[in-house]
């Protein structure tokens, strides 16, 4: 595919439960980026990765929270013991990386509901 | 983190009308970026501004970026129901981020037939 991809693309939880989100960025794309958005708001930075490094995980709202990207393609965003604050559109983005201001390409989200 | 805010939060209009949103910080961004978001999508950018009062044309939509590089502007012109989004402005985190991007909160707009 020629975009970023997300899935799954809806996720119910009960509270308590551990989930995966999984990104497939564009193939080449050195930097990829979560964030997570609430109802009615913008987007908020979550982490990010050149490659497989995570250079950024100051967003991660608390430990529950775990990124990785092993092989510096896909990543997979972890919540463990889901609550229902939790609940938000979890967006993926990727971009060419190593200039500033280069552009992210966003994927359509997965909006996880912890109930 | 340097913080964005956006006004107005919700805009209902007629198709033809024109208008203005509104993005603003106290703090001075490098270059400021516009994205507009789909009901079920990911955001998508329409531009990236990064000089003190540059003024860029996408078909009907003009932008602005403030003199001081802490507001930028958004103008429609003869508005369509297609623009109906959600407008959100971003910038970088801190003055050191190259991607690490902030955004504000969005302009829901909704163009009326």
């Known amino acids: 595919g020629a975009g970023v991809s997300q899935s799954p693309r809806y996720k119910v939880a009960k509270r308590g439960q551990d989930v995966a989100l999984r990104c497939d960025p564009i193939s080449g794309h050195v930097s990829l980026f979560w964030y997570q958005q609430a109802l009615g708001q913008g987007p908020e930075f979550l982490t990010y990765f050149q490659n497989e490094a995570q250079l950024d995980k100051s967003g991660l709202p608390s430990d529950r929270f775990f990124a990785e990207r092993p092989e510096g393609s896909v990543s997979t965003l972890k919540i463990q013991r889901t609550q229902q604050e939790d609940s938000a559109v979890y967006l993926c983005?990727?971009?060419?990386?190593?200039?500033?201001?280069?552009?992210?390409?966003f994927g359509p989200g997965t909006r996880l509901t912890v109930t | 983190t340097q913080l964005l805010e956006q006004s107005p939060q919700f805009l209902s209009i007629q198709e033809g009308e024109n208008l203005t949103v509104y993005c603003n910080s106290s703090?001075?961004?490098?270059?400021l970026q516009w994205y507009r978001q789909e009901p079920g999508e990911g955001p998508v950018l329409l531009v990236t501004v990064v000089t003190g009062g540059e003024v860029k044309k996408l078909k009907r939509l003009t932008f602005q970026f403030g003199d001081a590089r802490k507001d930028s502007s958004l103008h429609i012109t003869a508005a369509q129901p297609g623009d109906t989004g959600l407008y959100l402005c971003a910038g970088p985190r801190t003055p050191l981020a190259g991607q690490n991007f902030v955004f504000g909160p969005g302009t829901r707009l909704s163009v009326l037939p």
């Open positions: 703090s001075v961004f490098s270059s």
């Open positions: 983005a990727s971009s060419l990386g190593g200039l500033a201001g280069a552009e992210q390409y």
